[in-house]
């Protein structure tokens, strides 16, 4: 188990990586400029779509409920953390300390 989760915290790095390059080039900046930004996001879109329950899945049971007459159980929140969480959350951290070097001039400017 432990080398699946090596494997899939390396993948999740590469993968934000390759995003960042992507953006980068679109919108012809710096990676240091941009990885910050994407990491936060990828961690946000990773915390929605790794929890279960909450304000999101009660909305879509009350429409569930609304349109057949079901009502279901409510689920409590669940936050289920794992190596791909934890993968984009050290990418944002890196992406926010570079950020703060390139903006103090300790990475000189392009």
């Known amino acids: 188990m432990k080398k699946r989760n090596g494997l899939l915290f390396v993948l999740t790095l590469c993968i934000e990586a390759v995003i960042t390059i992507i ?4 919108f012809s900046v710096r ?3 941009v990885m910050g930004i994407v990491g936060a996001l990828c961690s946000c879109l990773i915390y929605l779509l790794t ?3 909450g304000p999101i899945t009660d909305f ?3 429409q569930n409920a609304a349109i057949t007459g ?3 159980e409510r689920e409590t929140f669940v936050f ?3 190596p791909v969480f934890f993968a984009s959350l050290i ?3 890196i992406g926010l300390i570079l950020f703060v070097l390139l903006v103090n001039g300790i990475i ?3």
């Open 108 to 110: 000189p400017p392009a």
């Open 51 to 53: 929890s279960g329950g």
């Open 31 to 33: 990676f240091v400029e």
């Open 80 to 82: 289920r953390r794992g």
């Open 91 to 93: 990418y944002f951290g």
């Open 23 to 26: 953006v980068a080039s679109a």
């Open 70 to 72: 079901i009502i279901q």
């Open 60 to 62: 879509f049971n009350a």
